[in-house]
């Protein structure tokens, strides 16, 4: 199987089956016979998994991972780790960068070697569509502690589309600690697992690229902009206090061909 499509979801009821069928319609096309849809749920409390198990009587390549409602972190890393794909790619449920912006990234990782190609809001060719000037801004200090702290190269680590080999996923996502501890949660956190993934990955030589991509912004009430940036900031720090002291079990990079864009 050549793709992995994988959304996590939570409370997603009003959104998931109009989502589900522009991924169906899009990859028949894209990867027709060699793609499957993981929906992971994040312990939703509508109607989510239901609808989806409705939709999967008509969608042999759909699927559902449950899970206990620990965050995005956990609910991304349990469907990465059934995935079947040569290639995985995670895309948020409200499609908020649309799903036919993976051709852009399928083409660093195909045909150019790079291990983990992800979507970015900034930089020449990207667009933010209808984002709320304190969100951007927000967004931006969030970044410059990621950059100061640990990816300097990096724009931005926190857009919700990525693509990964299915090698590096299974190398990289089982040494990761803010995933092996988290605990159930009583409402939603995206947190900071994505810079830990890229961290790692850089540490371990994986070579990641950044592509500006087309970004549509979506209100929700599901994040809390100032306190889940408070913990995610310390969450960055922890990660790379980890790193520093050798709690992962990485190999630092000496590979002169690694690329971070």
Same mark, same amino acid.
């Given at each position: 199987?050549?793709?992995? /499509?994988?959304? *996590?979801?939570?409370?997603?009821?009003?959104?998931?089956?109009?989502?589900?069928?522009?991924?169906?319609?899009?990859?028949?096309?894209? @990867? *027709?016979?060699?793609?499957?849809?993981? /929906?992971?749920?994040?312990? @939703?409390?509508?109607?989510?998994v239901s609808i989806v198990e409705q939709l999967m009587k008509e969608n042999p390549e759909l699927k559902i991972v449950k899970n206990l409602h620990r965050g995005k972190g956990p609910t991304v890393w349990s469907a990465f780790m059934q995935a079947e794909g040569d290639y995985i790619y995670m895309a948020d449920a409200d499609l908020s960068t649309p799903i036919s912006e993976l051709k852009k990234l399928s083409v660093w990782a195909e045909e150019q070697g790079?291990?983990?190609? /992800?979507?970015s809001r900034e930089g020449i060719g990207a667009e933010r569509v209808n984002e709320p000037f304190h969100r951007h801004l927000m967004g931006r200090v969030f970044n410059l502690l990621v950059r100061l702290v640990a990816l300097p190269d990096m724009k931005d680590t926190q857009c919700g589309f990525k693509l990964?080999?299915?090698?590096?996923?299974?190398? /990289?996502? *089982?040494?990761?600690?803010?995933?092996k501890n988290a605990?159930?949660?009583?409402? *939603?956190?995206?947190?900071?697992?994505?810079?830990?993934?890229?961290?790692?990955?850089? @540490?371990l030589g994986y070579k990641i690229k950044s592509v500006p991509v087309t970004w549509v912004y979506v209100k929700t009430t599901r994040v809390s902009p100032v306190s889940d940036s408070l913990k995610m900031a310390f969450e960055v720090l922890q990660i790379k206090f980890r790193l520093l002291r050798r709690k992962y079990?990485?190999?630092?990079?000496?590979?002169?061909?690694?690329? @971070?864009?």
């Open positions: 199987m050549k793709y992995s /499509i994988v959304v *996590p979801a939570y409370n997603e009821a009003d959104k998931i089956s109009s989502t589900i069928v522009q991924i169906l319609n899009f990859m028949r096309n894209f @990867s *027709p016979d060699s793609f499957e849809l993981l /929906i992971s749920d994040d312990g @939703s409390t509508d109607s989510t790079y291990d983990i190609v /992800i979507a990964f080999t299915k090698k590096c996923v299974q190398d /990289i996502f *089982p040494r990761m600690y803010t995933l605990k159930e949660l009583k409402k *939603p956190y995206t947190g900071a697992w994505d810079v830990e993934v890229l961290l790692l990955a850089k @540490s079990k990485t190999v630092q990079n000496t590979s002169s061909s690694q690329k @971070s864009k």
